[in-house]
């Protein structure tokens, strides 16, 4: 079944506790993504990559890094937590030459004390 | 900042067609208008997309103006299972693939 996974579902932190949320895709997908869901500012994207090794800022990529060594994953870390950073995660994958028909992941709800 | 306005709420009985429009004023020669939903808390699930001529797929119709100024998503035999939020988006194909999403309609599917 082609999907966008997504580890852990839910997590409870405390600041400056560095974490790691995963993403993984299994159709091949050369364009990959990260977002956050806040209530009353929608969908904003965080980074963004369009292949292995190449990764770049989305609107709100303060506080958060990714990396992308393989195809299939594209983990986003969380250095040093902060409770702004409390927030729904959603990954995304695109076959770029799919127009802009993104694959979603479930959602990662994170919650920073 | 979204390119596209969209009513905040909708309802729709269940087994009528459901039509929910989206102005997009603005929109651009080079951009596609796209749908999404969101089911509570779940990933965003792509619906349907087009440029200029209306488009059917298994899950909804999408009837864009000749100026391409506005466009009418219709689901033509709503379930329970379609209460969601319906995001309407313009992107460009190609570049960042960024979506832009705004605070879309919720649909509420009455039994």
């Known amino acids: 079944e082609a999907q966008v996974t997504q580890n852990p579902r839910y997590l409870i932190t405390v600041t400056g506790k560095k974490l790691t949320v995963t993403c993984s895709q299994n159709m091949n997908h050369e364009y990959m993504s990260w977002y956050r869901q806040d209530p009353g500012l929608g969908l904003r994207q965080i980074y963004y990559?369009?292949?292995?090794?190449?990764?770049d800022k989305g609107d709100v990529p303060e506080g958060y890094k990714v990396s992308r060594k393989e195809k299939r994953n594209f983990p986003l870390i969380l250095e040093s937590p902060s409770p702004n950073q409390t927030s729904l995660y959603f990954c995304a994958s695109l076959k770029t030459s799919d127009h802009n028909e993104q694959f979603f992941g479930p959602g990662t709800r994170l919650t920073v004390l | 900042d979204a390119k596209t306005t969209q009513p905040p709420s909708m309802d729709c009985a269940e087994g009528r067609a459901a039509n929910l429009p989206c102005n997009h004023s603005t929109i651009s020669g080079n951009e596609y208008v796209y749908w999404y939903r969101q089911i509570h808390s779940q990933g965003p699930q792509y619906i349907i997309h087009?440029?200029?001529n209306n488009e059917t797929n298994e899950m909804a119709s999408l009837i864009i103006t000749e100026d391409r100024k506005s466009s009418t998503l219709i689901l033509p035999h709503a379930t329970l299972r379609d209460t969601a939020v319906y995001y309407c988006i313009v992107s460009p194909s190609g570049a960042t693939n960024k979506l832009i999403f705004g605070t879309g309609t919720l649909l509420a599917v009455q039994p």
């Open positions: 087009g440029l200029k």
């Open positions: 990559s369009m292949n292995v090794e190449v990764t």
